[in-house]
């Protein structure tokens, strides 16, 4: 919460259904059987716009 609030980290909700979606493609992709936890980092990824010139350091999972 406190990244959130120095604006260092995006927060994305993620509801169940979308990261069961995720974990459906990657599965029936790349023949990878994430968890439920994992899935919602999936998800997460259909809703944010990445830009070149940006670093990305770390994703972080936080169950709530």
Known sequence: ANLAAQRSANVLAIND???????????????????????????????????PDVNIRFVCIVPI
Not at 25 to 33: D, M, R, V, Y
Not at 37 to 44: D, R, T
């Open 17 to 51: 259904d979308e990261a069961i979606e995720a974990a459906y493609e990657l599965t029936k992709f790349e023949g990878i059987i994430p968890a439920l936890e994992s899935a919602h980092a999936l998800g997460a990824l259909k809703k944010l716009k990445f830009k």
